[in-house]
């Protein structure tokens, strides 16, 4: 029910969606017919994006769309449809530019299949998903943490959260996705590196200069430091236990 539009709300709480992730052209893979598109004006740094949905061709392979074409990719509860995932996440990252990020969102099976697999709730459903589990009750399970590590040198997951802040976990088995509040998702967010931090197996510190009329103030920072270490030089930390 409309997974794009509840995860809005929460979104626009986090800065990091706002300045970092929506940023410049994305496309939405299988966005229809709730699109993040619907929402661009929430996000002022993206500029545009394109809803790549069944009419555009297979989200597998998202053929016609050229290598490093967009500065985000967006999907919302797409990739469990897909046949083969790691396929199509390849081809997602593909597509994005490097410095660019992939947010995507699946079920989690514990909170949305709850159990039942082929899906109650969903027949076109050929994936379940967990963050990781040594085991899983279901024999189509995908521990996300090991598809996108697998994803290569060039990939840098940025985190990964299952939404449990608006779940129910005292109601009895139901399909909590059909409220206007329960996501059941996981969410992942990958960030491609560039080909610099790829070479030097990190990411390097920023390349710019600070401007001369803040110099003073990270200066102080370090200042500061220095003064507290300086004043408390014959006093170990927290050996301090007499009445305050």
Known sequence: ??????SIPRRLHDSNFVRKYFVGRGIDIGGYPDPLALYLELFPLALSIRTFDRADGDAQYLEGVSDETY???HSSHCLEHLV???????????????????????????????????????????????IFKSASWSDRSINLAELVCELGPDSSVERIDRLTETYRFDLPRYDQTLTPISESAIECVVRKRLPEEVEARGRLPGASSIEKRLVPYYNQYQDDLDSLKSANHSKPP???DSDI
Not at 1 to 6: F, N
Not at 93 to 122: A, C, I, W
């Open 1 to 6: 029910m409309k997974e794009c539009s509840k």
């Open 71 to 73: 500065d985000f990719v």
């Open 84 to 130: 083969d995932p790691r396929e199509g996440i390849s081809n997602w990252m593909r597509v994005l530019k490097p410095g660019g990020h992939l947010v995507f969102t699946v079920p989690d099976e514990d909170l949305y299949e709850q159990g039942e697999f082929p899906s109650t709730f969903n027949s076109d459903h050929k994936w379940t998903f967990t």
């Open 238 to 240: 927290f050996g301090n």
